[in-house]
């Protein structure tokens, strides 16, 4: 996964939504899109923007598309995320004096 992709995906509250339905297990695209008041072209721009950086999946079954989340993807992305709010460890610094 690109990080850049990943942040790229995180940044738009309907894909951040669309991994939280996911969180439970694995869902047809229909279902998802049923979710949302936007059209199925929308929806299924922002499934392909998630496929894109690696954080769902997406199988065919007959004529269905079903989507599952990556949880490990997600949590590299939130590790990363959490290693930014980290503090650097370096020395005192010195105050000129």
């Known amino acids: 996964m690109n990080g850049d992709d990943g942040y790229r995906a995180l940044a738009d ?11 439970d297990g694995e869902l047809p695209a229909g279902a998802i899109a ?16 998630l496929a894109a950086a690696g954080l769902v999946t997406a199988t ?8 599952e989340l990556v949880p490990q993807a997600v949590a590299d992305l939130v590790g990363e ?17």
């Open 13 to 23: 509250p309907t894909r951040r939504e669309i991994l939280h339905l996911l969180k």
């Open 34 to 49: 049923d979710q949302f008041d936007i059209s199925w072209p929308s929806v299924s721009r922002h499934l392909g923007v």
């Open 60 to 67: 065919r079954r007959g004529q269905h598309v079903v989507y």
């Open 81 to 97: 995320l959490a290693e930014l709010a980290r503090p650097a460890k370096r020395g005192r610094a010195r105050r000129p004096g």
